[in-house]
C-alpha cells in the first residue's frame, strides 16, 4: 500500500539517523493523547544493549524473577532503529527507573529481585542495573526526535521490601502493618499491599527528616550536600511541609525537570489519599513548563503534561467514580487525564458493534474530557484476553481499532508467550521474543500489527474520534481539531473479494481512497467504492 510503504520508507530513513531537529517532527500524524497508542515494557525484559551492566545475583532467583540484561540504552537502540514507529506507537511507558533494592526476596514464588522496578530504594537516581542519568536523557531525546513520547512508571505508596542490605525506612515514614484487606477506604489505604512491603505514611501530617540510610548513602556516593540543598530550596519555594509523600514528589518530578519525561503511569493509586495525586500533578505541571522553558529547542508541541493512573479494578462503566463501599473518589478530578481500563479484556469479548457503541457512548458522555487506556494483557493480569495467543489477529484488530488510548504490552504484536514455566505474574514477563519474530508463524501477525497500528497512528479520529455503525461491521470515526479534519470508513470481518461499500456522507464522489490494509485504491462513486480484496478487513483512508 502506498501510505504504509511511504511511512516504512520514512521509518528508514528515521533509523538512519536523519532526523536533526523537531521542524522534521512536526511533519509526522497529529498527536493527541486521545488516540494515543502506548507501548508498555519492562526495562529489564525488552533489549539489552549494554552489557556492562549486566547484574550478577548474589543467590540466583527463581525462574525469571531476576535481572536479565535489559537496559535503558535497549529501549534507545529499538527508537533508533525505528521499531516502534513500525506499529504506530507514539508513546513509550516503561517500569520504574529509580533505584531498587539490592537483595533478593522470597514472596513465596520463589526469590525475587527488583527487576520490575517497583521495589524503590532510592528515588533520586535511576538503577544502575537500568543505566544512568545520560542513559535517560539519551532516550527522551531520541523519542522525541520521532515524535514518540515517553511516559515513567511511578511509585509513591510504598518501599522496596526490607532485607539485609535493604534496612527499613524509619516509623514516621512507612507502617509495616496491618495488610491491606480491601473492605473499605481505610483498609486500601492505610495498610500494607503484602507482608514486608513497608507502606508510606502518605496520610501522615508530621514533619519527617531524611533518612539516616539515605543520609549515609548520599554522603558515599559524593551528593549529599547537593540534595539535602535542592530539597531545602523546594521546601522553601513551595511553603509544603515535610511530610513523607512531598519528599517523594520532588524526588520523582526532578526527572520530569531534569530530562523532559512526557507524563507519568502512576502505579497503586487506590491505596493512596488522592489528595497525593493532586500534589503531583501540580508539581509535575510545573516541572514540565520548567523543562520546556529551558529546553525549547527540544519541545515538541504545547501538549500539557499527561498523568494515566493504576486503579486496580477501575472499569470505564463505572464513570468517573471508584467506589471502596463507604467512599466514592473521583480521580479525575485528582491530577489524572486517564485510568487504566480494566473492562476491556471483558468488552473485547463482545461483538464489535457493541463493544464499539460502549466506548463511544461513555468517552463522549460521563468520561468527556477524560479518557482510559485499554489493554489485553499486561505486566500482574493474570487473566489476559488471549493468554494462550491463539487470537493474535483479533487481539490487535480489537485493541487498535476502539476508542480511547490503546496500551500494547511488550510482545502484544509478536505472541510473546505469556504462558512459560515460573510462578505467579512471572509467567507474564519473558523476555522480549525479538528472535521468534523471523518465524514465518509470526510474520503475518507482526504485520497485521503494524499495519493496524499506523492506520491508528496516522488517524486521530480512530481513537478519539466519534464513532458511527453503518451496519454489517462497517464503522466511520470523524474527528476535528486544530484545524485536523480526519474521516475514517473501516469494515471487519468481511467476506474476501469483491465488497461494495456505502461511504456516503464521509467521503464525496470522485475521491480516491486508500485501504490501507490492501493497498488497493479505489475511487468514490455515486457514494460507494468497490473493492476487490484478499481480505477480511478493509481500512479506507482518503488517498495522499
Known amino acids: 500500500m502506498r501510505i504504509f510503504s511511504l511511512l516504512l520508507s520514512l521509518i528508514f530513513i528515521l533509523s538512519c539517523g536523519s532526523v536533526k531537529n523537531l521542524s522534521e517532527v512536526n511533519q509526522l500524524p497529529y498527536f493527541t493523547w486521545n488516540n494515543a497508542t502506548v507501548y508498555f515494557l519492562l526495562t529489564d525484559r525488552f533489549y539489552n544493549a549494554d552489557k556492562s551492566n549486566d547484574y550478577v545475583h548474589p543467590n540466583p532467583p527463581a525462574a525469571y524473577r531476576g535481572f536479565m540484561g535489559g537496559d535503558i540504552k535497549?529501549?534507545?537502540?529499538?527508537?533508533?532503529?525505528?521499531?516502534?514507529?513500525?506499529?504506530?506507537?507514539?508513546?513509550?511507558?516503561?517500569?520504574?527507573?529509580?533505584?531498587?533494592?539490592?537483595?533478593?526476596?522470597?514472596?513465596?514464588?520463589g526469590l525475587t529481585y527488583g527487576f520490575h522496578g517497583y521495589w524503590a530504594k532510592d528515588w533520586t537516581k535511576p538503577d544502575p542495573r537500568f543505566g544512568t542519568e545520560k542513559d535517560i536523557k539519551d532516550m527522551v531525546m531520541a523519542a522525541h526526535r520521532r515524535g514518540i513520547r515517553i511516559l515513567m512508571d511511578v511509585v509513591i505508596n510504598h518501599t522496596g521490601p526490607v532485607t539485609d542490605s535493604d534496612p527499613l525506612w524509619p516509623e514516621n515514614w512507612v507502617r509495616t502493618k496491618p495488610k491491606c484487606t480491601y473492605n473499605n477506604y481505610e483498609t486500601t489505604t492505610a495498610c500494607t499491599l503484602v507482608d514486608n512491603l513497608p507502606d508510606i505514611k502518605t496520610e501522615s501530617t508530621q514533619e519527617v527528616s531524611i533518612p539516616s540510610h539515605l543520609i549515609e548513602k548520599w554522603k558515599q556516593e559524593g551528593r549529599y550536600e547537593k540534595e539535602v540543598a535542592e530539597l531545602d530550596a523546594f521546601f522553601k519555594k513551595t511553603g509544603y511541609p515535610r511530610r513523607p509523600y512531598y519528599y517523594i514528589v520532588k524526588w520523582l518530578t526532578d526527572f520530569i525537570r531534569d530530562f523532559g519525561i512526557d507524563g507519568f503511569r502512576v502505579d497503586t493509586v487506590k491505596h493512596t489519599e488522592e489528595e497525593v495525586w493532586q500534589a503531583l500533578r501540580v508539581e509535575s505541571d510545573k516541572a514540565f513548563k520548567d523543562w520546556k522553558k529551558h529546553n525549547p529547542a527540544d519541545v515538541l508541541d504545547d501538549q500539557p503534561f499527561f498523568m494515566v493512573g493504576e486503579v486496580y479494578n477501575y472499569f470505564v462503566g463505572s464513570g468517573r467514580l471508584f467506589d471502596f463501599g463507604d467512599k466514592k473518589v473521583d480521580y479525575f478530578a485528582n491530577g489524572f487525564d486517564a485510568l487504566i481500563n480494566f473492562d476491556f479484556k471483558y468488552d473485547a469479548t463482545k461483538s464489535y458493534k457493541a463493544m464499539f457503541a460502549k466506548y463511544d457512548t461513555l468517552?463522549?458522555?460521563?468520561?468527556?474530557?477524560?479518557?482510559?487506556?485499554?489493554?489485553?494483557?499486561s505486566h500482574d493480569d493474570g487473566g489476559p484476553y488471549d493468554k494462550m495467543r491463539t487470537k493474535p489477529l483479533e487481539s490487535a484488530t480489537r485493541l487498535l481499532l476502539n476508542q480511547g488510548i490503546t496500551q500494547i504490552y511488550y510482545g502484544d504484536e509478536s505472541a510473546r508467550s505469556l504462558s512459560v514455566s515460573a510462578n505467579g505474574d512471572a509467567v507474564l514477563r519473558s523476555f522480549m521474543n525479538w528472535d521468534e519474530r523471523k518465524l514465518t508463524t509470526k510474520k503475518d501477525i507482526v504485520l497485521h500489527w503494524q499495519k493496524l497500528g499506523q492506520y491508528r497512528r496516522n488517524h486521530p479520529s480512530i481513537g478519539a474520534g466519534k464513532h458511527f455503525d453503518l451496519g454489517k461491521n462497517i464503522f466511520a470515526r470523524k474527528h476535528s481539531a486544530k484545524k485536523i479534519k480526519d474521516v475514517v470508513v473501516f469494515a471487519i470481518d468481511q467476506p474476501k473479494g469483491i465488497n461494495v461499500i456505502d461511504v456516503s456522507g464521509y467521503f464525496d464522489d470522485g475521491m480516491q481512497l486508500n485501504d490501507a490494509y490492501s493497498e488497493i485504491k479505489v475511487i468514490v462513486k455515486k457514494g460507494k467504492v468497490i473493492i476487490n480484496s484478499p481480505y477480511d478487513i478493509i481500512l479506507l483512508e482518503q488517498s495522499k
Open 74 to 109: 535497549g529501549i534507545t537502540t529499538k527508537i533508533n532503529e525505528g521499531y516502534f514507529e513500525t506499529i504506530g506507537v507514539d508513546a513509550i511507558w516503561m517500569t520504574p527507573l529509580v533505584e531498587n533494592i539490592s537483595d533478593g526476596v522470597d514472596e513465596g514464588t
Open 363 to 377: 468517552l463522549h458522555t460521563t468520561l468527556q474530557g477524560k479518557n482510559v487506556m485499554n489493554y489485553i494483557s
